[in-house]
């Protein structure tokens, strides 16, 4: 095996200095084939039969509990502040006894912190109530 490094009579050839890009085209190219079959194992998710979005109009009863939450956590029962979650929780076992049971409504502040309405939910959970519904302000029309 030989290796020519030049011509023997000095005269040398113009060298091509031009890249390659097959190499890179080719590489690309099997990237891209990669990239086009993994992606939907990535993007598929469990089926679920998700909830309609049913907007019923509230139903005032007189037997309704109305709890409201401030933005600063404070809880109201209709008007009644209510100072700590155990107290709720006594007023709360005493409706939750009544045939048929009330149903509780919880307005939540705007800016309310969601820990403050989550709290609420698990009192009326541990007193016992069947349903629990949120008053929300239906969105503006434009």
Not at 11 to 20: A, G, K, R, V
Not at 30 to 38: D, K, M, N, Q
Request: proline share 7%; glycine share 4%; net charge negative.
């Amino acid at each position: 095996m030989a290796m020519s490094v030049g011509s023997a009579d000095g005269d040398e050839e113009q060298m091509n200095s031009s890249i390659n890009t097959t190499p890179l085209v080719d590489v690309m190219l099997v990237l891209l084939i990669i990239f086009l079959i993994t992606i939907p194992v990535v993007t598929q998710s469990v089926n679920l039969s998700l909830p309609k979005e049913i907007n019923v109009p509230t139903q005032t009863k007189p037997e309704n509990i109305l709890l409201a939450v401030t933005k600063d956590g404070d809880v109201y029962w209709s008007t009644k502040y209510i100072p700590d979650t155990e107290t709720l929780v006594e007023m709360l076992k005493k409706e939750a006894v009544k045939v048929p049971q009330p149903e509780v409504h919880i307005r939540g502040d705007e800016n309310a912190r969601y820990e403050s309405v989550g709290r609420l939910i698990v009192v009326c959970q541990r007193a016992g109530i069947a349903k629990v519904g949120f008053i929300t302000e239906p969105p503006a029309k434009n």
